[in-house]
């Protein structure tokens, strides 16, 4: 069966940092193209960063891009995303995702992954 597990969210200040960590089991990691996705009150899912497990490429949403990063551990199973200068706009309940076959043109969209974590609230105050 397989589990994704989100911790490292919670309440900040705009300007501060969080650091987001997705923990799998049940499932050969490193075969996983990894991303995490977002969903603001009153919106859409939307997508927020990718790591393709085929050719380690990153790619990033706009709204984000400098200020986070997302990293994998193959030894430890984990996805992060590392959240700096947070601001209010940031507010929302982060999903991690995986994909074990995923093509660029789908990496951000919610279709082309099959599992996804609980969520995770991360709350960005002004």
């Known amino acids: 069966q397989v589990q994704l597990v989100e911790s490292g969210g919670g309440l900040v200040q705009a300007g501060a940092s969080l650091r987001l960590s997705c923990t799998a089991s049940?499932?050969?990691?490193?075969?996983?193209?990894t991303a995490w996705f977002r969903q603001a009150p009153g919106k859409e899912r939307e997508f927020v960063a990718v790591?393709?497990?085929?050719?380690?490429?990153?790619f990033y949403a706009d709204s984000v891009k400098g200020r986070f990063t997302i990293s994998r551990d193959n030894a430890k199973n984990t996805v992060n995303l590392q959240m700096n200068s947070l601001k209010p706009e940031d507010t929302a309940v982060y999903y991690c995702a995986f994909a074990e076959r995923v093509i660029v043109s789908q990496m951000r969209s919610q279709s082309g992954y099959e599992y996804w974590g609980q969520g995770i609230q991360v709350t960005v105050s002004a």
């Open positions: 049940g499932l050969t990691f490193r075969r996983y193209t």
């Open positions: 790591n393709s497990q085929r050719t380690g490429s990153l």
